[in-house]
């Protein structure tokens, strides 16, 4: 099963300013890299988290397959149950909660 990133998130990670890609890391959609300088000055992208468990679904997933009102009740749910984990900056909980909801 894979997951095709959708323009939605593409947005959320521009506006994060990081990078996404298809996650290399079995059970998860994606990977959360940000640029940063290396050794020898060039910048190189720095993986920060993987992200977004594959099977379960997400506010752009749920918008086209089952309608923005159904989404919007699952963003809700979300946000509620991860609560704590999604307003620690740089967490993955915040990544996946900026970016997949």
């Not at 991860?82 to 970016?99: F, L, T, W």
């Amino acid at each position: 099963m894979s997951y095709s990133i959708t323009n939605y998130s593409r947005r959320q990670a521009k506006r994060l300013g990081v990078i996404i890609k298809p996650s290399t890391r079995k059970g998860k959609k994606i990977d959360v890299f940000k640029k940063v300088k290396g050794k020898d000055g060039k910048m190189v992208l720095k993986k920060l988290h993987s992200i977004g468990a594959l099977g379960y679904g997400d506010f752009p997933t749920f918008t086209k397959t089952k309608g923005k009102e159904f989404a919007d009740k699952k963003r809700k749910a979300y946000k509620a149950r991860h609560a704590k984990d999604r307003k620690v900056k740089g967490s993955a909980g915040y990544y996946a909660d900026q970016i997949l909801w």
